[in-house]
């Protein structure tokens, strides 16, 4: 037992494999981190926001897990592969990375995981774009105040960043997320007065609770303990 044991402790340590023993691990740890995101996520807005039975309830949560996890770890996979094969064909040197090896990894998983067919129309899966896209924006509006040296020791390949003069950079500093907000909340109510169905279903849900409920009562009861 521990002579298998040793070997198989030489398989996962041997060099020629960590490439491919990578991704088998990334697909791990997507599908950790996504149920570990999703599961309580889901468990509350389906047990507030949804109708049904325990066992429909129960269900839906399952599916929302599994499937936040299941993205999450094919990303992650159909990314490293990418990598791997981009560094295998890099033209400047065999294993070497590339300065946008990357962003075209990224590309092509976001489309095949995210981007196309059913996936394209999952709430799940809008929400973890729509996640990344705010993320991606706050860090570029940082970018454009800050050198990116200032913000990683990494250094990134043509990366242009506008040299602004201290009175700009100190008004957009104090502007750029109360407009951010305020645009995102006026966007986000107005489209759900007008066109609510075209808002995520658990999203017009709650906001349902919050603004269209509670206008709606009858009794003490309704108004301070059961939503009409």
Same mark, same amino acid.
């Given at each position: ?25 990334? %697909?791990?740890?997507?599908? +950790?981190?996504?149920?570990? @995101?999703?599961?309580?996520? $889901?468990? &509350?807005?389906?047990? /507030? ?69 059913? %996936?394209?129309?999952?709430? +799940?899966?809008?929400?973890? @774009?729509?996640?990344?896209? $705010?993320? &991606?924006?706050?860090? /570029? ?88």
């Amino acid at each position: 037992m521990d002579e298998l044991a040793s070997r198989a402790t030489a398989l996962l340590m041997e060099p020629s494999l960590r490439p491919l023993l990578a991704i088998v691990k990334s %697909a791990r740890n997507g599908a +950790v981190y996504g149920a570990k @995101v999703r599961f309580p996520h $889901a468990l &509350v807005m389906v047990f /507030l926001f949804r109708s049904g039975t325990i066992r429909e309830k129960l269900q839906l949560v399952y599916k929302a897990t599994r499937q936040h996890a299941r993205n999450l770890a094919s990303f992650a996979v159909v990314y490293k592969s990418c990598m791997l094969l981009l560094r295998l064909l890099n033209p400047d040197g065999r294993g070497k990375e590339g300065a946008y090896d990357t962003f075209f990894s990224g590309l092509v998983g976001g489309y095949l995981v995210f981007g196309r067919g059913r %996936a394209a129309s999952s709430s +799940v899966n809008q929400q973890i @774009v729509i996640y990344v896209f $705010a993320r &991606v924006v706050l860090a /570029l509006a940082k970018l454009s105040l800050e050198s990116p040296r200032m913000t990683s020791a990494t250094p990134t390949p043509t990366l242009w960043t506008q040299r602004l003069d201290p009175e700009t950079k100190r008004r957009i500093q104090e502007n750029a997320w109360p407009v951010f907000a305020s645009l995102s909340w006026a966007m986000v109510m107005y489209v759900f007065r007008w066109q609510p169905e075209s808002i995520q279903p658990s999203l017009r849900s709650s906001m349902k609770y919050i603004y269209v409920n509670s206008d709606h009562w009858d009794s003490w009861r309704t108004f301070l303990w059961h939503n009409t």
